[in-house]
């Protein structure tokens, strides 16, 4: 079965020196009306408790471009002002809705990034998958196309990383090709040592490159802590931390990448613990300029490192799924999967485990159990009682390849949920 999937595609881009400059004040004016119009809105909030929109906005700063003193404005392409005061809107949205925090100004030394509406009345001149890509304002630019997206892009984001890196990301909307059926279940427990323990007692550590990058930037930091504030010496270790970051960063993606194609590939249905994210996303580090505080007593070089994946290997989990026909069960965070013991027929729970006990016995059924592999097969037959019969809520076992192993259900799950490797804008 083919089903229309919104799927990201993100590509480094190496744009000329013009280029670079006309970024660079894109950039600068996205981030003047981004910062101006929250100003605004919280201003008309805290004085008359009146609610204001981006599209309030954006009248006036027609005005504005009007004036001497602002016509830099008009340099920009007024596409990248209405997608940011969008973007906004949808910020103040989270915000009300869902209880996200408060948008935030900009600043010029975080992530930096554009989008770009594409007008599908001249796309097919500007725009050919693997070939071509001409942004607004900008002109043709040179792109390392390592896949060829199928469908057209309606936008564009064009993005800078804190090691100067430029990107371009996009979504199209594809026909994705679900995987045939198969019988295997799984349970996973998600970790600090081992980054996966399956229920089969499978685990995957995290790759020997990944670490030795991890004692790089220990290194880095500590040197940096000696260094002068603002000397020129600490602004170049700065930067190749930042480097080393995002290198860490680009390598895990991969990792986690590899790893839950493999989950979703072998299993029909996948059950993982459902952790808060939200309280992680933030990490504790800081960014480059603004580190954390108390980073040490909070995370640990570890942890700071892995807490971000656990949420990228369940929202992997979860899109994937979705494309290939897959059923992602998750089982609720304060289910004692740990505790319990997991052998068939047992009814066994510890009181206490602390964090230090690898193995234990259960005083029940005698069975020694991995603490990691018992969470996983506890989280698999929490997950299995979860699954939902045909035709009510909740999550199903869902149709694959056609000669499916399981009776005809797909979830009820609406085309365009975000699901791709959408970038947060
Ligand atoms: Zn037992």
Redesign the pocket.
Known sequence: MRLMKRRSYKYRIYPNKTQIQLLSRFFGSKRFVWNTCLAWRSNIYKEYFESVTGIDFSRGLTELKKLESYRWLKDTPTTVYSQALRDQDAAFRKFFKEGAGYPRFKSRHQLQSIRFQLDQRVIVKNYKAGELLKIPGLGQIKVRWTRVPEGLPKMVTVSKDSAGRYFVSMAVEEAIQSLPAVGKTVGIDLGVNQVMTLSDGAQFVNPRHLLKKKVQLKCLQQRLARQQKGSNRRLKTKFRIAKLHTRIADERHAYIHQITRRMINDNQVIMIEDLNVSGLSRSSKGTLDNPGKKVKQKSGLNRSILDVSFGEITRQLEYKSDWYGRTLIKVDRFFPSSKL?S?PG?D?KAEKLTLKIRTWT?P????VHDRDINAAKNTEIKGLTQLAPVGTKGPQLRDAGGEGVYPMAVSPRSLDQPNACLEQV
């Not at 029940?364 to 069975?367: A, K, L």
């Open positions: 013991c052998t047992c066994y259960c029940q059924c005698g069975v």
